[in-house]
T-cell receptor
Framework: QQPVQSPQAVILREGEDAVINCSSSKALYSVHWYRQKHGEAPVFLMI?????EQKGHDKISASFNEKKQQSSLYLTASQLSYSGTYFCGTVEFYGGSQGNLIFGKGTKLSVKP | DAMVIQNPRYQVTQFGKPVTLSCSQTLNHNVMYWYQQKSSQAPKLLFHYYDKDFNNEADTPDNFQSRRPNTSFCFLDIRSPGLGDAAMYLCATSREGDRVAGYTFGSGTRLTVV
C-alpha cells in the first residue's frame, strides 16, 4: 500500500529547515528515503529499521516511529544542493518476511538563494 | 565502481513496435527490480526477480515482460508499446538479507512512444 507523504512541495531559502513526513496504514519492516533530481535516478539517503530509530548524516536526518507507522526526514540549514524530489519508500511485512519497496508520491523541495 | 547500468539512456519506439530495455549490475545482488516512473509521479514497481524467481505485481499489464538470463543482466520487454507507456524505466538491485543498504538504482531509460 502506497505510503502518504506530506507536504507535496516545499520552498525554502538557503539555511532554512524543513521536515517531510511519511505515514503508512500497514505495519512496516523498514522505511527508506531517496532524493531524485530532475531526469536522474533516485539516490539512496538512508534506511530505518526499528521503531524509534534515528539516523543522519551531515544535516539530513530521519526518525521512525514504528507504533505510529510514521517516519520523518529532517533537513537542517538547507543548501542549494538539497533541491530535488524526496521520496519515502516503505517495506511492509509480507508472509513473515519483508515485501518490496513501495514509494510515496514524493515531496518537491526547492531551495532558493 | 560497482554499479547498475541501464541501456540505452533514451529510447524512441513506434506505437506497437516491440522494444527491449536492458539492465546490468556489477554488485552481485540477487534481487533485481523494474520500476516505471511517469512524469511527476512516484516510481511504480512492475516486477522483480528474486534470484531466478520472477514476481509480477498484480496490476502490471501483460504487455510488460521480463527476462533474467543470469545474475548480472535483466531485460524489460514491452511487446506492443502504447502512448501511455512513455515513461522513465528504472532498474534497481538489492541484496536479500542486507538490512542496512537501500536499493541501488540505475540511471534509467527514458522511453518515448511515437
Amino acid at each position: 500500500q502506497q505510503p502518504v507523504q506530506s507536504p507535496q512541495a516545499v520552498i525554502l531559502r538557503e539555511g532554512e529547515d524543513a521536515v517531510i513526513n511519511c505515514s503508512s496504514s500497514k505495519a512496516l519492516y523498514s522505511v527508506h528515503w531517496y532524493r531524485q533530481k530532475h531526469g536522474e535516478a533516485p539516490v539512496f539517503l538512508m534506511i530505518l529499521l526499528k521503531g524509534g530509530e534515528q539516523k543522519g548524516h551531515d544535516k539530513i536526518s530521519a526518525s521512525f516511529n514504528e507504533k505510529k507507522q510514521q517516519s520523518s526526514l529532517y533537513l537542517t540549514a538547507s543548501q542549494l544542493s538539497y533541491s530535488g524530489t524526496y521520496f519515502c519508500g516503505t517495506v511492509e511485512f509480507y508472509g513473515g518476511s519483508q515485501g518490496n519497496l513501495i514509494f510515496g508520491k514524493g515531496t518537491k523541495l526547492s531551495v532558493k538563494p | 565502481d560497482a554499479m547498475v547500468i541501464q541501456n540505452p539512456r533514451y529510447q524512441v519506439t513506434q506505437f506497437g513496435k516491440p522494444v527491449t530495455l536492458s539492465c546490468s549490475q556489477t554488485l552481485n545482488h540477487n534481487v533485481m527490480y523494474w520500476y516505471q516512473q511517469k512524469s511527476s509521479q512516484a516510481p511504480k514497481l512492475l516486477f522483480h526477480y528474486y534470484d531466478k524467481d520472477f514476481n509480477n505485481e498484480a496490476d502490471t499489464p501483460d504487455n510488460f515482460q521480463s527476462r533474467r538470463p543470469n545474475t548480472s543482466f535483466c531485460f524489460l520487454d514491452i511487446r506492443s508499446p502504447g502512448l501511455g507507456d512513455a515513461a522513465m524505466y528504472l532498474c534497481a538491485t538489492s541484496r536479500e538479507g542486507d538490512r542496512v543498504a537501500g536499493y541501488t538504482f540505475g540511471s534509467g531509460t527514458r522511453l518515448t512512444v511515437v
